[in-house]
C-alpha cells in the first residue's frame, strides 16, 4: 500500500507523453530506425520534371530529394515524407511529374525513391526532411511514439538562391532497386512558367 | 383589516404569491431574456420559431478573389472545348467538356488537400450530367501550363492557374452557365470523428454567379 501510494503520490501518472522518437542527420548520412535505415543521397533543383509522356512544370520551383531506404524486419510503405521548413511549415511530395509520394520500403534491400516538392522561395533556406512511417497529415498523430529521422537538407541562403533560379530539369523517378539518374537537362521550354 | 385580507390564504395563493416574488426579485436582463421567449412561442404559428434568413452568397466576379475552404480561388473565364488533350477528352461521343479557368492558391500555413476544392464547385445549366448517385458532378482539376493532373494537396505559399473540368452532354448550345461554390467551415476539434482541424463541407452556397461562356472549337 505504502509503496503503491508512493507512486501513485509522485510519479505524473495523468501526463501521456505521445512524442516521437526524433533521429537526427545529415545529408550523406544513414539514419537508423526503428522500421529502416533512411538516407538522403542527394538534393537537387528542378524547373521541370519528365517522364517519357510528360513534362511537369512548378508553381515554385521543385525541390528533388534522392532517398535509400533499407527496410528492417518487413516490407512497409513509408508514407511520412514532409519537408519542414525553419518556421515549421510542412510541405507535401508532388503527385505531378512522375516521383514518389510514398517510398516502398523492402527488408533487408535498399529501395530507391526521387522525392520532389513543388515549393515557394520560402521553403528552400534551411529545410529538414521528416521521414518516417505514417504521414504527419496535421498534427503528428499518426507518428505519436514512433521514430521520425529529422534530416537537414544543408541549404543555406546562397544555395537556396541558386536553387531558386535553376533551369534543370530531372528524370522523375519512383521506387527503384537502382539509384535514380541525376543528369540534368535544360528545362522543356513548353513547362516554363 | 378587511374580511378579505384577513381570509388565509389557499396553497395556490402561495404559490402565486411566490412565483410573483422569485418573478420580481429577478435582474432585468433575466426578465428582458423571458419575455423575448415568450414572444418567439407566441410567434411561433407565425413562423418565429424559424431561423433567419440566409446571408444571401457572393457573386463570384473576375477580379474578386474568394476563400473556398482553405484555398484562395479567382475566378477567371468559363469556356467549352471539344477536348483538352493530353490533360482530358471527353466521356462519350460528340460530347465536350465545361472548363472553368482560374487562378487557385494556398495561403495557410499547411498543405490542403485539393479536393476541399473540387467538392465544393457545381455548374448547372452547363450540359454537364449528374454524378452516378445523383448529386451535382464535381470537377478534375489540371494545371494550366503544363496539362498535369493536380490532385493530392496544394501547398502553402504556391499559386497555381487550374483548369477545372467537367464532362459535357452533346448538343449543349447555351452561351451562360451557373456556378455554384458550397460553403465550408473549419472545425478545430470534431467530437464525432477523429478527423480534426478539416474543413466540413456545407449545404448552403458559398457564392453564386452566372457567368458567360465561350465557346472554342
Known amino acids: 500500500m505504502g509503496v503503491g501510494r508512493l507512486i501513485s503520490d ?18 550523406g548520412e544513414r539514419v537508423r530506425l526503428r522500421f529502416a535505415d533512411v538516407t ?55 503527385v505531378r511529374g512522375g516521383c514518389a509520394t510514398a517510398i516502398k520500403g523492402r527488408a533487408g534491400v535498399p529501395s530507391y525513391a526521387l522525392i520532389c516538392y513543388d515549393v515557394p522561395r520560402q521553403a528552400l533556406e534551411g529545410a529538414h526532411l521528416q521521414f518516417s512511417l505514417a504521414p504527419y497529415d496535421n ?25 531558386w533560379r535553376t533551369n ?19 528545362a522543356p521550354k513548353a513547362v516554363s512558367r | ?21 422569485f418573478v420580481v426579485k429577478r435582474p432585468r436582463s433575466q426578465k428582458l431574456g423571458a419575455l423575448a421567449g415568450v414572444a418567439l412561442l407566441v410567434t411561433a404559428p407565425f413562423g418565429g420559431l424559424r431561423s433567419a434568413a440566409d446571408v444571401p452568397p457572393e457573386h463570384v466576379s473576375v477580379d474578386k478573389p474568394l476563400m473556398v475552404g482553405p484555398f484562395r480561388f ?12 493530353p490533360a482530358a477528352k471527353p466521356s462519350v461521343e460528340g460530347g465536350r467538356l465545361f472548363v472553368i479557368e482560374a487562378r487557385v492558391s494556398n495561403p495557410g500555413e499547411r498543405p490542403e488537400p485539393v479536393i476541399e476544392l473540387t467538392r465544393a464547385l457545381t455548374v448547372q445549366d452547363a450540359g454537364v450530367a449528374p454524378d452516378t448517385d445523383g448529386s451535382a458532378a464535381t470537377p478534375d482539376m489540371y494545371d494550366v501550363d503544363d496539362s498535369t493532373t493536380l490532385s493530392g494537396s496544394i501547398n502553402p505559399g ?18 451562360h452557365a451557373r456556378l455554384r461554390i458550397a460553403r465550408q467551415e473549419y472545425r478545430d476539434k470534431d467530437p464525432l470523428t477523429l478527423d480534426d482541424h ?18 472554342k472549337k
Open chain 2, 198 to 215: 478539416t474543413w466540413w463541407l456545407m449545404d448552403d452556397a458559398l457564392a453564386t454567379a452566372t457567368v458567360p461562356v465561350e465557346v
Open chain 2, 158 to 175: 504556391v499559386s497555381y492557374l487550374v483548369a477545372l473540368v467537367w464532362d459535357q452532354q452533346p448538343g449543349w448550345t447555351g452561351d
Open chain 1, 10 to 27: 509522485h510519479i505524473p501518472l495523468d501526463h501521456v507523453d505521445a512524442a516521437s522518437f526524433v533521429h537526427r542527420g545529415d545529408v
Open chain 1, 40 to 94: 538522403v543521397t542527394d538534393v537537387r533543383a528542378a524547373r521541370a520534371l519528365t517522364t517519357h509522356t510528360t513534362a511537369a512544370a512548378p508553381a515554385g520551383v521543385f525541390l528533388v530529394l534522392a532517398v535509400t531506404a533499407v527496410g528492417r524486419g518487413s516490407d512497409q510503405n513509408y508514407v511520412g515524407l514532409d519537408l519542414v521548413d525553419p518556421a515549421g511549415i510542412h510541405y507535401v511530395p508532388t
Open chain 2, 1 to 21: 383589516m378587511s374580511e378579505a385580507e384577513e381570509r388565509p390564504r389557499g396553497r395556490a395563493g402561495r404559490l402565486t404569491s411566490a412565483a410573483t416574488t
Open chain 2, 74 to 85: 479567382t475566378f477567371v473565364k468559363a469556356v467549352t472545348v471539344s477536348d483538352l488533350e
Open chain 1, 168 to 186: 534543370d530539369s530531372y528524370k522523375a523517378s519512383m521506387t527503384e532497386l537502382t539509384p535514380p539518374d541525376l543528369t540534368p537537362s535544360p
Open chain 1, 139 to 163: 498534427d503528428g498523430a499518426f507518428q505519436r511514439r514512433d521514430d521520425v529521422a529529422d534530416i537537414d537538407l544543408g541549404i543555406h541562403a546562397a544555395e537556396a538562391a541558386r536553387m
